[in-house]
């Protein structure tokens, strides 16, 4: 679903001046609405530092030049979405630019950590929105329940699910989950 590009630029406008109000920890724009979201649990935190890690460790075989970084911005003028994923892969020379946030075409891949308060959001409409996007590769940790979902092929066509503990293929990397802890 694509947003009149008037509507979504007022909403970046708004987006842009809202005040840093504590406990928020991410600004999203979806579905033609500002989305506010709690600061992450450190578990959650653990678990973006920990896939890091590992996809930084493959990179420079893989990928050279590239990164595994969280806090980026991810945006799609044309569908209307401001997404900020816990996670994604793309060139680090990409950060020098005076662009706000990363476009769609940079991003190799999509992690997001499953929050407590808003399952669905990463199961369904950041699903949508990142096959739409184009982003080749979505990885979904979910500390709720110790499992998780790899999104690849166009359009997310093939999915295939983990437990904690599993050893998972993410296109030409591998992610160990046996660090990785439930939510308490």
């Not at 990164?67 to 911005?73: E, Q, S, T």
């Not at 999915?159 to 591998?174: H, I, K, L, M």
């Amino acid at each position: 679903m694509s947003v009149d590009p008037a509507v979504y630029d007022r909403l970046r406008e708004i987006a842009n001046q809202l005040p840093q109000i504590p406990g928020i920890g991410k600004i999203e724009i979806a579905d033609g609405e500002i989305v506010m979201m709690m600061s992450p649990v450190k578990r959650h935190e653990l678990a973006v530092l920990r896939i890091a890690r590992q996809l930084n460790a493959q990179l420079p075989q893989t990928h050279p030049g590239y990164v595994a970084h969280p806090g980026a911005d991810l945006e799609d003028v044309g569908l209307g979405r401001l997404r900020n994923p816990d996670l994604m892969v793309f060139a680090e020379k990409a950060l020098e630019s005076d662009q706000s946030a990363l476009l769609p075409h940079e991003v190799l891949l999509v992690v997001e950590i499953v929050s407590k308060s808003n399952p669905d959001n990463d199961y369904h409409a950041k699903v949508r929105d990142y096959a739409a996007m184009g982003i080749p590769l979505y990885l979904i940790v979910d500390p709720r329940k110790g499992t998780g979902i790899v999104h690849d092929e166009p359009g997310y066509t093939r999915r295939r699910e983990f437990a904690f503990g599993d050893t998972v293929a993410v296109g030409p990397w591998t992610v160990d989950t046996s660090g990785l802890l439930t939510y308490a």
